[in-house]
């Protein structure tokens, strides 16, 4: 059961890696790819803030 809301809840922040992509106008990949893939110029501060707790919280659950 806990497998299950695991991929619940990584669905649920997959919606809202591509929300964030779209609000800031970022090609959609994976956070690890946008974050370590990009310019330290194409991201401001916030959005790689946003994305090192976004990761932070996937490897969370995916490790339930």
Do not use: P
């Amino acid at each position: 059961m806990a497998t299950i809301r695991a991929y619940n809840q990584l669905d649920l922040l997959s919606d809202c890696l591509e929300d964030f992509c779209t609000k800031h106008n970022i090609e959609l990949m994976s956070a690890d790819d946008i974050l370590y893939g990009s310019s330290d110029n194409e991201l401001t501060y916030y959005q790689k803030d946003w994305l090192r707790n976004y990761i932070l919280v996937w490897d969370t659950i995916a490790n339930l």
